[in-house]
């Protein structure tokens, strides 16, 4: 055993020693460092909060409801008291607001000439009405504008073709109506001289002076009459004066026994029942309302119309949220005799109940014999009027296309084929009978020389109707308004 002892000449020695331990174990621990295998140290996450902004676009739909309290308003282009059309309109509009008097509230502004409906909406929507229904062809422009700058609001506009996403159209078309109680003027005529007050010479007009004149021709040329329609046409809707001016010419200087019209007073009738009065004959038809009680002795029937039937079902559907003020574009009510909307009348009685023909007329219909066209038939008039009312009013697929502008190309299909038992069978759409039908022919009353044709078997449709801008051969207009 090697012993070091305390000797002053090896203190030297003893430092050195000391020294180079120490180097040679740093260096040793360092260089085992280096040959040292490689560890993985794992960190503990570190967390940062991190502000941004992003930038996102979202279309947002507002989320309609149909109003708590309905404020609809009416505007008439004749006075309420005319006893036609804007008297109609308001029956229609005193009947909704007693069915629907829990949330419906309403009001009308009558004689408002057409070109100032505008100013008239602004005022309604002013008092916070929410549902406004115009009534005449001439406020059709003025509407659309005013819809356009109020799309919070309802609008309908009667008896026109434009529309907007918070407007829709309707009407109660007659010519159906026009055509029967043209079967019994044929009957009834004597000389085969039929006339025609018109208001304006619009494609409403226009077809049904043309059904009427279709209706008279099928029964006056079975009695061999070579039958006429003289038509004065006198620029006014409601004008009474020169609805009694033309009713007169076409007595007086044309020789007419038969007379109809459309525009909106009880003056031709009226003129009528005092020639009766004077022991001439002139038969009439009352148009829109029933007008028996203003020529008992010469109404023979009438074209009625119910504007209640359109009035309650739009509002109702307000109501509901089915109609709102996004998606009426493609609203539009075309309502003809399988609807309810329009009737063959002559009165109304006081139980509700319809004088469809003056029973003083019956036994002169009864009494004329014809053959019905589609089945070579022999009947009597007052049969066959009967017989194409039940055609015409019995489609009930039909209604089911009557509400939209997209739907209307349907309505005068015949019949949709499916199969039963294993059999084919058509299933009916359309009535079996329009009045036109063809074969028919007229010509254009802005050009005459412009004739038009329509084949037999080919049948008009609601766009052809809607623009009918033609009348038959045996249409004679012989006064134009301006």
């Known amino acids: 055993m090697c012993v070091l002892t305390s000797n002053p000449k090896s203190s030297p020695v003893m430092v050195v020693l000391v020294i180079a331990v120490v180097v040679v174990g740093v260096l040793g621990y360092y260089l085992g460092g280096m040959a040292a295998p490689v560890q993985t140290v794992t960190q503990a996450a570190q967390t940062r909060t991190v502000t941004e902004t992003r930038v996102k676009t979202?279309?947002?739909?507002?989320?309609?409801?149909?109003?708590?309290?309905?404020?609809?308003?009416?505007?008439?282009?004749?006075?309420?008291?005319?006893?036609?059309?804007?008297?109609?309109?308001?029956?229609?509009?005193?009947?909704?607001?007693?069915?629907?008097?829990?949330?419906?509230?309403?009001?009308?502004?009558?004689?408002?000439?057409?070109?100032?409906?505008?100013?008239?909406?602004?005022?309604?929507?002013?008092?916070?009405?929410?549902?406004?229904?115009?009534?005449?062809?001439?406020?059709?422009?003025?509407?659309?504008?005013?819809?356009?700058?109020?799309?919070?609001?309802?609008?309908?506009?009667?008896?026109?073709?434009?529309?907007?996403?918070?407007?829709?159209?309707?009407?109660?078309?007659?010519?159906?109506?026009?055509?029967?109680?043209?079967?019994a003027a044929g009957a009834l005529t004597k000389t085969g001289k039929v006339g025609y007050v018109a208001a304006f010479l619009i494609p409403e007009v226009?077809?049904?002076?043309?059904?009427?004149?279709?209706?008279?021709?099928?029964?006056?040329?079975?009695?061999?009459?070579?039958?006429?329609?003289?038509?004065?046409?006198?620029?006014?809707?409601?004008?009474?004066?020169?609805?009694?001016?033309?009713?007169?010419?076409?007595?007086?200087?044309?020789?007419?026994?038969?007379?109809?019209?459309?525009?909106?007073?009880?003056?031709?009738?009226?003129?009528?029942?005092?020639?009766?009065?004077?022991?001439?004959?002139?038969?009439?038809?009352?148009?829109?309302?029933?007008?028996?009680?203003?020529?008992?002795?010469?109404?023979?029937?009438?074209?009625l119309v119910r504007w209640e039937v359109i009035y309650a079902d739009i509002l109702n559907k307000v109501k509901a949220g089915l109609y709102t003020t996004t998606n009426l574009k493609n609203a539009d009510y075309w309502y003809l005799l399988n609807t309810g909307a329009v009737e063959m009348a002559a009165h109304i009685f006081p139980n509700g109940s319809v004088m469809h023909i003056n029973p003083k007329f019956y036994n002169a219909l009864k009494s004329v014999t014809v053959t019905d066209k589609l089945t070579g038939q022999r009947m009597s008039a007052y049969d066959l009027i009967w017989l194409r009312y039940e055609q015409m009013r019995n489609a009930p697929m039909l209604i089911s296309f009557q509400q939209m502008a997209t739907s209307h190309i349907y309505e005068n299909l015949t019949s949709a084929m499916i199969t039963v038992g294993g059999e084919p069978v058509k299933y009916p759409i359309a009535p079996v009978f329009d009045p036109f039908m063809g074969p028919l022919t007229g010509y254009k009353i802005e050009n005459p020389s412009q004739k038009v044709s329509v084949p037999s078997g080919a049948r008009l449709g609601h766009d052809d109707l809607w623009n009918m801008d033609w009348v038959p051969d045996y249409v004679r207009i012989i006064g134009r308004a301006g």
Not at 112 to 121: F, I, M, N, Q
Not at 173 to 180: A, F, G, K, S
Not at 255 to 263: K, P, R, S, Y
């Open 58 to 183: 979202e279309t947002v739909v507002p989320t309609y409801r149909p109003p708590e309290k309905i404020k609809a308003a009416f505007i008439y282009v004749g006075p309420v008291g005319d006893f036609g059309w804007s008297y109609m309109h308001d029956l229609g509009r005193r009947v909704v607001a007693d069915l629907y008097k829990d949330w419906l509230e309403t009001t009308y502004i009558e004689s408002v000439p057409e070109g100032a409906e505008a100013d008239k909406l602004e005022e309604l929507i002013r008092k916070g009405y929410n549902v406004l229904f115009t009534t005449s062809f001439g406020f059709m422009e003025g509407t659309l504008a005013v819809a356009k700058k109020h799309p919070e609001v309802i609008f309908w506009h009667c008896s026109g073709y434009l529309r907007n996403d918070n407007m829709g159209t309707y009407f109660a078309d007659l010519y159906q109506v026009y055509y029967l109680n043209g079967l």
């Open 206 to 303: 226009v077809r049904h002076l043309s059904a009427f004149a279709i209706g008279a021709k099928e029964v006056a040329e079975q009695r061999g009459l070579d039958l006429t329609l003289y038509v004065i046409e006198i620029g006014a809707w409601y004008d009474p004066a020169k609805a009694r001016a033309a009713a007169e010419t076409l007595v007086s200087n044309y020789g007419v026994d038969v007379l109809a019209f459309t525009e909106d007073s009880t003056a031709v009738v009226e003129y009528a029942e005092e020639q009766s009065k004077l022991g001439k004959e002139v038969y009439v038809f009352g148009h829109y309302s029933p007008m028996y009680t203003y020529g008992p002795d010469v109404v023979v029937s009438g074209q």
